[in-house]
């Protein structure tokens, strides 16, 4: 009797052993290993403008801008939202490192959309469908500033965002990762923004600044911007020539990067608001439209012949300039989509 139970305990292990070297041969197997196994190989255009014909980059003075004209490049981004649309309508969400990864998917015919995660003021909408999905910027307001395009919505700087898309893409099951390369590029771009000074900057104690008359909505879908233009309000620093800025933007409204074509009625306007040291506001008003034809996505803007006079800045001795003269910002949170 004992025999026959040792007999049969050996033949069970045998069968258990037998059956877990079959499935170990089985999962090894190539026809077995097969599957979607896309690998996302990112590439990062870390640019801070486009030539469109001031070639900054060939006849930088950085004796005068006051830095290398490489020093004005953003960084990379630190993460990657990839949405994989299929064609029954259906998308997929991932998020990937800066360095790349696996992109999971099905098979079939696909479009995929990139862009860096880690914005803080960038809105996103109609992501449901690539051909529609947008970005734009929050709302901002300034209690002091007066518009200088009618109604325009006033908005903040928007964070720097890096944008690709494949418009067509078929997903095979494969036994190797299939290695897909993914240039990403900026959609938003720098504007040096210089305020001259002739007289008096020795009088101010605060400045900030709007530029009007810039895209409010950029398209994921080509990069190219809205019509509808906005305002952005920033802050600026005090410099030994007068005020500067480096201003964040979609770049000018009614742009295509496949045309390189700009709606024709752009006009832009550039503000400047200085507290003195006496606490009195002055404004400054301009017309750069001129300047900005040439330059729909990054570039420098100079204004100059700036004064203060003694007049404007009487009595400003012992004066203690607070924000609360000044007037805070306000943000407007808008829901992300």
């Known amino acids: 009797m004992k ?14 052993l037998l059956n877990g070297c079959r499935k170990d041969l089985c999962y090894d197997h190539d ?7 896309v690998h996302v190989q990112p590439e990062w255009e870390c640019v801070w403008e486009y030539d469109h014909g001031m070639s900054w980059a060939d006849n930088w003075d950085a004796e005068l801008y006051n830095r290398e004209y ?14 994989v649309y299929n064609e029954d309508g259906t998308r997929t969400e991932r998020h990937l490192p800066d360095e790349g990864g696996l992109l999971p998917m099905t098979e079939g015919p696909k479009s995929i959309l990139f862009y860096n995660d880690d914005t803080s003021y960038i809105v996103f909408g109609n992501l449901d469908s690539w051909a529609s999905a947008t970005a734009s910027t929050r709302t901002r307001t300034r209690a002091t500033y007066t518009q200088l395009h009618g109604n325009e919505r006033t908005v903040n700087a928007p964070d720097v965002l890096y944008w690709a898309r494949i418009g067509q893409f078929e997903a095979e099951r494969t036994a190797e990762p299939v290695f897909l390369p993914v240039l990403l590029r900026p959609l938003v771009y720098t504007y040096l923004v210089r305020y001259e000074f002739d007289e008096g900057l020795e009088h101010v104690a605060q400045a900030r600044g709007a530029l009007a008359g810039m895209a409010g909505t950029v398209y994921l879908q080509d990069g190219s911007t809205d019509d509808e233009p906005a305002t952005v309000l920033y802050d600026c620093e005090i410099t030994d020539y007068g005020v500067e800025a480096l201003v964040t933007s979609f770049g000018v409204p009614g742009f295509s990067p496949d045309t390189r074509t700009t709606r024709a009625d752009n006009t832009h306007g550039l503000n400047l608001e200085v507290m003195l040291n006496n606490g009195k506001l002055k404004n400054f008003e301009f017309d750069i439209t001129d300047q900005m034809a040439r330059q729909p996505r990054g570039g420098v803007i100079t204004v100059s012949g700036l004064t203060v006079s003694r007049e404007e800045a009487e009595n400003e001795s012992g004066f203690d300039v607070v924000v609360d003269g000044w007037g805070e910002y306000e943000d407007i949170e808008m829901p992300l989509n």
């Open 3 to 16: 025999r026959i139970l040792m007999r049969s305990t050996w033949l069970l292990c045998g069968v258990l």
């Open 31 to 37: 026809l077995h290993g097969l599957g979607v196994q």
């Open 70 to 83: 490489e020093e004005l490049h953003p960084e990379q981004a630190t993460g990657i939202a990839a949405f």
